[in-house]
C-alpha cells in the first residue's frame, strides 16, 4: 500500500467551443504531471468544452465532440498517470456536467454532478440532469472522491463520499470572481472538511469568458481546516501536490501559498484579464474608444493599454465646441502617458450636416436633449467608422452608476463590443485610478506611474454636451446616486430601504424610476466584466416592459 501520492493540479485557461485545444492543453499538462511521476493530474470542471458553455452544451453534435475527444485523451494518455478532465457525459437520454478519470487507456470512471446551480450567472437546471450522489474512485488503491463545483458547497456529496470509503476529496471548479468569492469559498470547504476529517483540494480554472473571470486560487486544506498550500490567483500554474499517508489518515504537504492581493487589485485585475481574454478568444488583437478627457474613459484607456499593450489601443478624441481646453488636454496627457496612439476627429462639420438635414423636420421646435444626443451618435458612428476600417474592437466606457440609471445615449456612447468597467460604480472609479496610479504588476502591460492626471479624478464628471453641463445636474451627486444603487440593485432593496438608511425619498424614487425606464438600453448594450454578484446581464434579469413601481 502506497503511502505517498502525488497530484498535478493545472490551475489553466480553455476556450468555450475550442474542443481541440482544449484537449491538446490537457495533453501537455498530463506530460508536465508524467514527467514530475504525478499519480493523477487534475483539470478543472468542464475544462474539455471550456466553461460555461450555456446552451451550446445542449447541441448534440457538440457534446458528441465532446465526449470523443476525451475518449482520444485517454487512449493518448494510456502510458503515465490519470488523467480528471470535466466535460460532458451522457447516461441514457440525460446529459450530465461530469468529471471523467482516465487511466490505463479508457475511461475508468466518471463522476455526475448532483447540485445544479441555479442562480446568478448559473442556469444548470435547464442544461443538465442532477445525478444521485456517488461513492469514490480508485487510483493506485487510493480512494478519491470528487464533488464537481457546487457540490461541494452542500454537504450531502462529501459526507456521502465520506461514508462509502473515500480518503481524499478533490474539487473541480469552474468558479467565477465575484468581489469577496475567495472567502467565501473558504467557507463551504472549511465546512466540508470539519463535516467529513478528509483532506480537501480545491481546484479552479482561470481566464475570461464573456463577462466572467475565473480567477483560480486553488488550494489544499487539511483536517481542521488549515491550509497546506495556495496558487495564486487568476494566473495559470501547474503545481504538483504531495500528499502522505499518516496513522490518521492522509494528509496533504505544506506547499507554497501565494498572498493574496486586495479587493482593488483583484478588482482591476479581474477587468484586465477579462478584456486580454475577450479579444484573444474572438480574435481581436486591437482597440480604440473614445477618450473624452474625462475618469471613465481615462481607466478604460488604462485597463486597455495594460491588457493588450498600448500599441494596441487607439485612443480618439471627438470634441464639439462644448469640450473644455481642459478636456482636451487631459485626453492628451493620458495617450501620452500611456503610450497608445492619439487622435483628434472634430465632430463640428459632421454635426452641421446634420443639423441642416434635419431642420425642415424640426422646423418650430425647442432645442433640447435630441441635439445633445446627436453628438454622442455622431461620435458613435466615426468611432464604428473606425472600428470597420481598421479591424480594431470599439470599447465602451460607461461605469455601472450610468449603466443603472439610462445616463448614456443608446447607438452614441454606448455603442462597442466590451466595457470593461459596467460593474464598477463610479464612486468606485475614482479610488480604482488612484490604485493604478500608485501600483504596477508584472501582468500590466502598461507603463507604471501615475497614467491618469489628478485633475482628471478631481474635476466634476461632465458629458459636456451642452455649456457649462454637469452630470449633477441631472443625477444625485455620486456618492448619493451610488448609495442607493447599492440598496435598490445589489441589495435588492426598496425605497423604503433608502429612506431608512438616510436618503432622500425623491431621490430614491427618481433612481428607482430611471433604473426601471432603462432596461431597455441595458438589454442592448455591450457585456462588460463581472466584478459583483448583481452585475448587469445574466446576474440581473428584468423584463424591459415593466409598470411595477415601488409604492414605498
Not at 42 to 47: C, D, I, N, V
Not at 51 to 72: C, M, R, S
Not at 122 to 146: C, K, M, N, Q, T
Not at 306 to 329: F, I, K, Q, W
Request: net charge negative; proline share 6%.
Amino acid at each position: 500500500m502506497t503511502d505517498r501520492f502525488r497530484i498535478t493540479l493545472c490551475q489553466l485557461n480553455p476556450t468555450v467551443g475550442d474542443i481541440a485545444g482544449n484537449a491538446a492543453l490537457a495533453r501537455q499538462a498530463w506530460e508536465t504531471g508524467k514527467a514530475a511521476g504525478a499519480d493523477l493530474v487534475a483539470l478543472p470542471e468542464m475544462f474539455v468544452t471550456g466553461y460555461q458553455t450555456q446552451d451550446l452544451v445542449g447541441k448534440p453534435v457538440f457534446h458528441q465532440a465532446a465526449l470523443a475527444a476525451i475518449e482520444t485523451l485517454a487512449a493518448d494518455c494510456a502510458d503515465g498517470p490519470a488523467l480528471a478532465i470535466g466535460g460532458p457525459a451522457l447516461e441514457g437520454a440525460s446529459l450530465f456536467n461530469g468529471y471523467h478519470i482516465l487511466s490505463g487507456g479508457r475511461v475508468i470512471s466518471r463522476i455526475l454532478k448532483h447540485n445544479l446551480p441555479n442562480e446568478t450567472v448559473f442556469d444548470e437546471v435547464r442544461l443538465y440532469g442532477s445525478a444521485a450522489p456517488a461513492g469514490p474512485y480508485s487510483i493506485g488503491g487510493v480512494r478519491i472522491g470528487s464533488p464537481i463545483c457546487e457540490d461541494a458547497w452542500h454537504s450531502e456529496v462529501p459526507e456521502t463520499l465520506a461514508e462509502t470509503g473515500a480518503e481524499i476529496l478533490l474539487v473541480p471548479n469552474g468558479s467565477p470572481y465575484y468581489r469577496g468569492k475567495m472567502e467565501t469559498r473558504y467557507n463551504h470547504m472549511v465546512a466540508r472538511v470539519v463535516e467529513t476529517g478528509l483532506p480537501l483540494i480545491y481546484l479552479n480554472m482561470t481566464g475570461g469568458q464573456d463577462d466572467q473571470v475565473f480567477d483560480g486560487g486553488s488550494f489544499g486544506l487539511n483536517p481542521g481546516g488549515r491550509m497546506a498550500f495556495h496558487m495564486p490567483v487568476f494566473d495559470q500554474q501547474i503545481t504538483h501536490v504531495d500528499l502522505t499517508r499518516t496513522p490518521e489518515g492522509w494528509r496533504i504537504d505544506e506547499g507554497e501559498k501565494a498572498a493574496m492581493p486586495d479587493e482593488w487589485e483583484q478588482d482591476y485585475r479581474c477587468m484586465v484579464e477579462a478584456l486580454r481574454d475577450y479579444c484573444r478568444k474572438t480574435g481581436f488583437g486591437k482597440v480604440l474608444l473614445g477618450l473624452s478627457g474625462g475618469i471613465d474613459s481615462a481607466i478604460v484607456a488604462t485597463i486597455a493599454a495594460d491588457a493588450l499593450g498600448p500599441e494596441n489601443v487607439r485612443c480618439v478624441m471627438l470634441p464639439s465646441e462644448y469640450t473644455s481646453d481642459h478636456s482636451l488636454e487631459d485626453a492628451r496627457a493620458v495617450a501620452r502617458a500611456l503610450g497608445c496612439r492619439y487622435h483628434d476627429l472634430p465632430i463640428s462639420q459632421g454635426r452641421q450636416a446634420i443639423t441642416e438635414t434635419l431642420a425642415p423636420l424640426f422646423e418650430g421646435t425647442d432645442p433640447d436633449v435630441t441635439e445633445e444626443n446627436i453628438q454622442s451618435r455622431l461620435r458613435g458612428l466615426l468611432l464604428m467608422a473606425l472600428s470597420n476600417k481598421f479591424g480594431e474592437m470599439l470599447l465602451t466606457t460607461g461605469n455601472k452608476s450610468e449603466v443603472a440609471v439610462g445616463y448614456a445615449t443608446i447607438y452614441g456612447d454606448m455603442a462597442g463590443g466590451y466595457n470593461p468597467i459596467k460593474d464598477l460604480y463610479k464612486t468606485r472609479v475614482f479610488e480604482q485610478c488612484r490604485w493604478r496610479n500608485a501600483n504596477h504588476r508584472d501582468w500590466m502591460m502598461g507603463p507604471p506611474g501615475e497614467v491618469i492626471p489628478d485633475r482628471i479624478i478631481t474635476k466634476p464628471p461632465s458629458a459636456e454636451l451642452r455649456a457649462d453641463q454637469k452630470d449633477s445636474d441631472s443625477l444625485p451627486d455620486y456618492p448619493v446616486l451610488d448609495a442607493i444603487l447599492n440598496i435598490l440593485v445589489d441589495l435588492d432593496g426598496s425605497v423604503a430601504d433608502c429612506v431608512a438608511a438616510g436618503y432622500r425619498r425623491e431621490d430614491a424614487k427618481q433612481v428607482e424610476r430611471l433604473i426601471y425606464l432603462s432596461e431597455y438600453k441595458r438589454f442592448q448594450s455591450a457585456p462588460g466584466t463581472r466584478l459583483t454578484k448583481h452585475a448587469f446581464w445574466l446576474d440581473r434579469r428584468y423584463p424591459i416592459v415593466n409598470r411595477w413601481r415601488d409604492p414605498g
